[in-house]
């Protein structure tokens, strides 16, 4: 095996079993399929090419993240909306619990939504939310981790986290209302 | 610093408990609370479910197969390290 052949199976034992994981959130990020498949695709020939800079056994799904990440920063989110900028403190939703406490409170009805409205409900997040509920409670990175690849501090990420997750919550819930999955509480 | 957290903070730290990203010592006052606490210990196990909920559905979908195969050519018509 000559040393060109055996890079190119190392990549593919080593980057090819994130691909669920990119294509994900880039699908996050491009907001559509078409797109999210050019820039996993632009991902992985940057990744293929540079594979000698990366540090074999290191963490090839961090490193293939912050390719991907970089990739849309740079050249496609030129071409798409800007991010609205978000005024973090004044986002500060009330957690849901309470309101399904006693005719929910195991939380039965998230598992009646189907998987399009959970992805409909993640699109609907603000980017700096909708990308840290994305890689935290989707793909599961460690905070240190998310930290290192937005370039925040981890107390941001868990700030942002937070109140990610509760807006997640309430548009599931309304949603889970509208649908009858849950009765909303009664006012009393 | 009391060792003692009411039930503010420990809502507030649920998630990051959950996910196992507290301090040792954080972690262990949000445990002694949901174990004297009853309506907290409940509010933990809706957002536990509530975890377990996103992930098992996000999860669910990946790179589709015709995708897959379409980088995957891409990748083996392509030299690596020419930078372009």
Redesign the interface.
């Known amino acids: 095996m000559n040393g060109?052949s055996e890079?190119?199976a190392s990549?593919e034992a080593e980057a090819?079993p994130h691909?669920?994981t990119?294509?994900?959130v880039a699908l996050r990020y491009a907001g559509e399929?078409a797109r999210a498949?050019d820039l996993?695709?632009d991902t992985?020939?940057k990744a293929?090419?540079a594979?000698?800079t990366y540090r074999r056994g290191t963490n090839a799904r961090a490193w293939l993240l912050t390719i991907l990440r970089n990739t849309f920063i740079n050249e496609y989110r030129k071409r798409s909306r800007e991010p609205t900028p978000v005024d973090f403190d004044a986002v500060d939703p009330m957690?849901i619990?309470h309101a399904?406490?006693n005719s929910d409170?195991?939380?039965?009805f998230?598992?009646q939504?189907i998987?399009d409205r959970?992805?409909a409900a993640?699109d609907g997040l603000p980017e700096e939310f909708r990308e840290v509920v994305?890689l935290?409670?989707?793909?599961?990175l460690?905070?240190g981790e998310i930290a290192e690849l937005l370039g925040i501090p981890i107390g941001t990420v868990?700030s942002r986290?937070?109140r990610g997750?509760r807006l997640?919550?309430q548009a599931l819930y309304q949603h889970a209302v509208e649908m009858g999955y849950v009765r909303p509480r009664e006012e009393a | 610093m009391s060792r003692e957290m009411d039930c503010g903070q420990a809502v507030e730290m649920l998630h990051d408990f959950l996910r196992r990203e507290l301090t040792p010592e954080l972690a262990q006052q949000v445990k002694q609370h949901l174990e004297d606490c009853r309506p907290c210990l409940g509010h933990a196990r809706f957002e536990e479910s509530y975890l377990a909920m996103l992930e098992a559905k996000v999860k669910a979908a990946g790179c589709p197969d015709e995708v897959r195969s379409r980088i995957l050519a891409v990748l083996r018509e392509t030299t690596q390290d020419e930078g372009g």
């Open positions: 060109h890079s190119a990549f090819l691909l669920d990119l294509y994900r399929h498949e996993v695709q992985m020939l293929y090419r594979w000698d957690a619990y399904v406490e409170p195991e939380g039965e998230f598992s939504i998987d959970v992805w993640i994305v935290s409670d989707a793909e599961e460690p905070y868990k986290l937070f997750r997640l919550q």
